[in-house]
């Protein structure tokens, strides 16, 4: 090639799509929130399954003291276990989300970074701890227990996903409403607290009166607890959950919760 010659032309680089961008955002975002909250504490997740598996072993032993069986099988830390577990990454998700803004105010100076980044980077990291830390007690349950499970996959993941959506429900919401009334938060908390109770890990839907039955079906976490036990008792069917009515539920909020987000972004971010 002479010096007259025009130089040949350079392969031209596309640009990064929006979806692609805000894709490796969210991965460093969750990463960070790992080593934060995992990678500097001793122990790190190994705290997040002895603190479940600290529950379902004194409800175990304490109620292995009034009662000789549990409601299903002969195994009390299984029977705990398939319903706290699906109750705790309720409650580990929601709370891990509502706090998403607020301890990260300050990556929410670089222009890529979005309210809703920060939320979504939370729930997926703590869904994941949470699921991890489930698979493992009840897994270890099952193979020690002794009982006969039939495992029904289908129930079990539908159990998850629908807890999973309704921690993001509540906590994309409560990102906002926390930001704003400290009240609401302590509020929130009070509670949320009887849920623990009411959410079927210590008996069974049908166990109790049919005027009970009939409040007690508005919680979701009741739906999202019988689905987890149908899921590993294959004698139990409950009849009366409807996956339409807790999605329905969950969906609401997450739909305010990403509104607000959007609007109030300026006023959130001047708290």
């Not at 955002?25 to 929130?33: D, G």
């Not at 890529?112 to 939370?122: G, M, N, P, Q, W």
């Not at 109770?197 to 049908?206: A, K, N």
Request: net charge positive; proline share 6%; glycine share 6%.
């Amino acid at each position: 090639m002479t010096l007259s010659d025009p130089a040949p032309p350079q392969p031209t680089q596309r640009p990064e799509s929006r979806l692609a961008m805000q894709g490796r955002v969210l991965f460093a975002l969750v990463m960070r929130e790992m080593a934060t909250r995992y990678g500097r504490s001793s122990g790190g997740y190994v705290w997040a399954i002895l603190d479940p598996a600290a529950t379902i072993a004194l409800l175990s032993f304490v109620f292995s003291q009034i009662a000789r069986t549990p409601p299903l099988g002969h195994s009390f830390p299984l029977f705990f276990a398939t319903g706290y577990m699906a109750f705790h990454i309720y409650r580990d998700v929601s709370d891990q989300v509502s706090n998403s803004i607020q301890v990260n105010v300050a990556l929410l100076s670089f222009p890529r970074v979005t309210l809703l980044d920060t939320v979504l980077a939370r729930f997926i990291l703590q869904v994941m701890t949470a699921t991890l830390a489930a698979t493992l007690i009840i897994g270890a349950l099952v193979f020690w227990s002794g009982d006969t499970v039939a495992l029904d996959f289908g129930a079990i993941l539908l159990s998850v996903g629908l807890a999973a959506l309704l921690a993001l429900g509540v906590g994309a919401l409560n990102c906002v409403l926390f930001a704003y009334s400290q009240t609401w938060k302590r509020a929130f908390s009070l509670l949320n607290r009887p849920l623990f109770i009411i959410s079927g890990i210590f008996m069974l839907y049908e166990a109790v009166p049919a005027g009970a039955q009939a409040v007690l079906w508005w919680n979701p976490l009741v739906h999202v607890t019988a689905l987890m036990r149908a899921g590993f008792y294959p004698t139990y069917e409950p009849t009366f959950v409807s996956p339409v009515y807790v999605m329905l539920f969950a969906l609401a909020p997450l739909a305010l919760g990403v509104l607000l987000l959007r609007v109030l972004k300026a006023r959130m971010l001047d708290q």
